[in-house]
């Protein structure tokens, strides 16, 4: 199984920038983020098909945060411009061998990763 690890996160202040990293101990065909704050419901931020270049974004990050990976060194990125306070939550970090549709759809991934703290303030 594909193991993944988050790095990036922490605390930054309203309008700041903040880069998450998430390294594949493999390759899959989907990888995605998602976040989740104390309350409520988990929610998909970003997918990307790797190696063919289509993403997807939820509509409340839609023009801040970009999604990208390193095929080469098997690691998704999060870009994260403009954060307001409702982007904190635990971020992470999913991937699958197969293309996951809906792209938000949380189970459709096989495997997650333990996740990444992002506190806006």
């Known amino acids: 199984d594909v193991q993944l690890v988050e790095s990036g996160g922490g605390s930054v202040p309203v309008g700041g920038s903040l880069k998450l990293s998430c390294s594949a101990s493999?390759?899959?065909?989907?990888m995605a983020w998602f976040r989740q704050a104390p309350g409520k419901e988990r929610e998909g931020v970003a997918s990307i098909l790797i190696g063919g270049g289509t993403t997807f974004y939820g509509p409340s990050v839609k023009g801040r945060f970009t999604i990208s990976e390193d095929n080469a060194k098997n690691i998704l990125y999060l870009q994260m411009n403009d954060l307001k306070p409702e982007d904190t939550a635990k971020y992470y970090c999913v991937a699958d061998a197969k293309a996951v549709v809906p792209w938000d759809w949380f189970g459709g991934y096989s495997t997650r990763g333990q996740g990444t703290q992002v506190t806006v303030s």
């Open positions: 493999g390759r899959s065909v989907t």
